[in-house]
């Protein structure tokens, strides 16, 4: 884990650049505080979504990109300018995705950060 700076800033093509480089199409912790932490997720058109539940809440902002979320049972349209919300511990996935998705994932509190024997819902 870095240490944490007064302020912090990314830039959207390094941020995209590291995530497609990753296996898992994923940049962790592009910013980071004690309350939120912040990274980028892309699914190429036609990919699957294995991601499973998160301890954390996520809020997922789509920068570009088409497809469906799924939440708990609920689909959900994705498409550029999509702010999505899911709560800690929700099962949820992207699929029927036809246009690369590139989405900031902004962590509270920051990811990792829950322990796994906290896994009871508040």
Known sequence: MRAIEVFQSAELEKMLAQARAAADGYAPEVIRSGLLSVGLYTLAAGAA???TPHLEDEV???VRGKAA???DGKEHPVGPGSLLFVPARAVHRFHDIVEELVLIVFWAPPE???APESKERA
């Open 69 to 71: 979320l799924y939440v």
């Open 112 to 114: 990792g950060s829950v």
């Open 49 to 51: 979504d294995d991601q």
């Open 60 to 62: 997922y902002y789509t």
